[in-house]
């Protein structure tokens, strides 16, 4: 079993900062990418950021320049730093990994149970 843990999200102003992370526990032989995506109410969850164990990142169009992921290997951790948040940022924000146990070749994706992020005045 892997578990994926988040932290760090909240109410904030337009224009304020915050930092989500997540950390992957469990039986974990590798994890190829670790990402972020969210969900608001009605939509389906679209993918903000992502970095894959080499370090490729991606990021969505939407957060370009005002998101950063950052991502520790030896932790197994993966952190999403947000800049200059708008309200169209609110959503949960739920962060993913893909991957592979000592048991099995096979890469599968696990998610965390999310976190709230809130940008309102």
């Known amino acids: 079993q892997v578990q994926l843990v988040e932290s760090g999200g909240g109410l904030v102003q337009p224009g304020g900062s915050l930092r989500l992370s997540c950390a992957a526990s469990?039986?974990?032989?590798?994890?190829?990418?670790m990402g972020w995506y969210r969900r608001t109410p009605g939509n389906q969850r679209e993918l903000v950021a992502i970095?894959?164990?080499?370090?490729?990142?991606n990021y969505a169009d939407s957060v370009k320049g005002r998101f950063t992921i950052s991502r520790d290997n030896a932790k197994n951790t993966v952190s999403l730093q947000m800049h200059s948040l708008r309200p169209e940022d609110t959503a949960v924000y739920y962060c993913?990994?893909?991957?592979?146990?000592?048991?099995?070749?096979?890469?599968?994706?696990?998610w965390g149970q999310g976190t709230q992020v809130t940008v309102s005045s």
């Open positions: 993913n990994a893909v991957v592979t146990t000592p048991t099995s070749p096979y890469a599968y994706s696990y």
């Open positions: 469990g039986s974990i032989f590798t994890i190829s990418a």
């Open positions: 970095s894959t164990s080499r370090g490729a990142t």
